[in-house]
């Protein structure tokens, strides 16, 4: 890679944080590594960094607790979960938060670095593209700036919500299927990220309830469909 991507890298298991930071440097990242939460938040409002990796279960600050405040302070960054709990409830409350991805451990580091490389790729794929209005009954859909818009707000979209309505977009009054989706946005259809996209689509719901012309549909077994009026 030309550019070193940085990478903030949040663990307190002291021999795993290491063994990743020296990979992931191997890689040709620039990986830096805080053993906490609020250390991790400290050098994120300092520094800038082009993803997130975030141990779940840490000391003076949960792993939860910091993606949260990153979100509030930068809704793009991309962010993935490590964790060794394996509850549903756990997984689905890390993608609540805006998680990109989510691995269990133990895990291998071909692995982490997959998926990294597949969510930068995505992010700077997204960045080259030019910009693309939809109009979506009252609204207007900037999908390089990820703003939702009406006369009178506008609607800061994080990543993840701006490419699944993007993919509702281009598919508006017709069937997007749901495995098309999982696979393009989420790279795997597996049981965890389609419950992700169930919780993103109710955010976007939430988002589009002031136009009741507007409705993104269940169709049964095979995905979603945006109602939104013919222009």
């Not at 991309?78 to 805006?98: C, H, Q, R, V, Y």
């Amino acid at each position: 890679m030309d550019e070193k991507l940085r990478i903030l890298l949040c663990e307190d298991d002291e021999n795993l944080g290491m063994l990743l930071r020296e990979y992931l440097q191997a890689k040709g990242y620039v990986a830096e590594l805080y053993p906490d939460g609020e250390a991790g938040y400290k050098a994120f409002l300092k520094n800038k960094y082009d993803i997130c990796v975030f141990d779940v279960m840490m000391p003076k600050k949960d792993g939860f607790t910091l993606a949260q405040e990153v979100r509030a302070a930068n809704a793009e960054i991309p962010i993935i979960f490590l964790t060794a709990k394996t509850l549903k409830d756990d997984i689905l409350e890390g993608f609540k938060i805006g998680a990109d991805d989510y691995i269990t451990k133990p895990f291998s580091m071909e692995e982490l670095t997959f998926r990294i490389e597949a969510i930068l790729r995505r992010v700077r794929g997204k960045k080259n593209k030019e910009s693309n209005m939809y109009k979506i009954g009252k609204f207007t859909f900037d999908t390089q700036k990820q703003i939702l818009s009406t006369p009178e707000k506008q609607t800061k979209l994080t990543t993840k919500e701006s490419e699944l309505l993007s993919l509702l977009c281009a598919h508006a009054n017709e069937i997007l299927q749901r495995d098309f989706a999982l696979k393009t946005i989420w790279i795997d259809d597996n049981y965890f990220n389609a419950r992700s996209m169930d919780v993103y689509i109710t955010k976007l719901r939430k988002h589009l309830k002031e136009d009741p012309s507007i409705e993104i549909i269940n169709i049964h077994g095979k995905g979603y469909k945006l109602i939104t009026p013919e222009e």
